[in-house]
C-alpha cells in the first residue's frame, strides 16, 4: 500500500463545477502539500498545510491531521484549471516528501 | 519564472551516453533536490544537496551521480544511459535543508534516450 494515496485518479467535470480532489496518508507529517503540473510539464506549488484550512483565489485545501486526508477543492471550475494535482507529504522523521501520484482533472467549456 | 532554472529545457541522445543537467536554485535557498518523472508516474526522489554537501538520497541509480557547487547550482549526470532513463528530471529549490519554507519547482529538463 503507497503511503500517500490520491483519489480519484482521473476526473472529468463540466466547466462551473465544485471539484474535490483528495488525499490520505499513512505516515507521520510536518507537512503536506498541494502542487498542480500542467501539460508542458511544470510544477507549480499551490498549498503547504500543516492545519486547518487556506485559501488562494477559487482553490481551497484542508488538512485533518487526526484522520490523515487533506482535500483539494475548486470552486466555479474553468478549462483552465485542467492540470495533474499532486499531493506530497513531508515526514516528521526525515523532512523528505512522499508523492502521491497525482490526479488527473480535466474541465470541459 | 519560479527562480529555478534548469537548462537544457530538452536533451535527446542515445543509449550508452552520458549527459548532465544543471539547475541553479532560487536566489537565498541551500537546498537543491532532484526527481525524476517517468511517462504517467509519479514523482521519484533522487537525491537532495544543502549547501554543497549530499543530505539525503532516494532512489538513485549507480549510475547517477550528482553535486552542488560553492554557488549553490547543481549537476545531475546520468552515464551509460538506457532507454528507461527517458524522463522528465526536475529540480526543487528550498531555503532550508528540511523544505519547511515549503519548495520551488524548476520546470525540467526532458531527457529522451534513443
Known amino acids: 500500500k503507497n503511503e500517500v494515496e490520491q483519489s480519484p485518479q482521473n476526473l472529468t467535470a463540466q466547466e462551473g463545477e465544485f471539484i474535490t480532489i483528495n488525499c490520505s496518508y499513512s505516515?507521520?507529517?510536518?507537512?503536506l502539500h498541494w502542487l498542480q503540473q500542467h501539460p508542458g510539464g511544470g510544477i507549480v506549488s499551490l498549498f503547504m498545510?500543516?492545519?486547518?484550512?487556506k485559501k488562494h483565489g477559487r482553490l481551497i485545501a484542508t488538512i485533518n491531521i487526526q484522520e490523515k486526508h487533506s482535500s483539494l477543492h475548486i470552486t466555479a471550475s474553468h478549462p483552465r484549471d485542467s492540470a495533474v494535482y499532486i499531493c506530497?507529504?513531508?515526514?516528521?522523521?526525515?523532512?523528505?516528501?512522499?508523492w502521491g501520484a497525482g490526479t488527473k482533472l480535466i474541465i470541459k467549456p | 519564472d519560479s527562480g529555478v532554472t534548469q537548462t537544457p529545457k530538452h536533451l535527446i541522445t542515445a543509449t550508452g551516453q552520458r549527459v548532465t543537467l544543471r539547475c541553479s536554485p532560487r536566489?537565498?535557498?541551500?537546498?537543491v533536490y532532484w526527481y525524476q518523472q517517468s511517462l504517467d508516474q509519479g514523482l521519484q526522489f533522487l537525491i537532495q544537496?544543502?549547501?554543497?554537501?549530499?543530505?539525503a538520497k532516494g532512489n538513485i541509480l549507480e549510475r547517477f551521480s550528482a553535486q552542488q557547487f560553492p554557488d549553490l547550482h547543481s549537476e545531475l549526470n546520468l552515464s551509460s544511459l538506457e532507454l528507461g532513463d527517458s524522463a522528465l528530471y526536475f529540480c526543487?529549490?528550498?531555503?532550508?535543508?528540511?523544505?519547511?519554507?515549503?519548495?520551488?519547482f524548476g520546470s525540467g529538463t526532458r531527457l529522451t534516450v534513443v
Open positions: 526543487a529549490s528550498s531555503c532550508n535543508n528540511r523544505g519547511l519554507g515549503g519548495y520551488t
Open positions: 536566489s537565498g535557498d541551500l537546498s
Open positions: 544537496y544543502y549547501n554543497g554537501e549530499e543530505r
Open positions: 505516515v507521520g507529517i510536518s507537512a
Open positions: 498545510l500543516s492545519s486547518g484550512k
Open positions: 506530497a507529504v513531508r515526514m516528521d522523521s526525515n523532512y523528505q516528501l512522499i
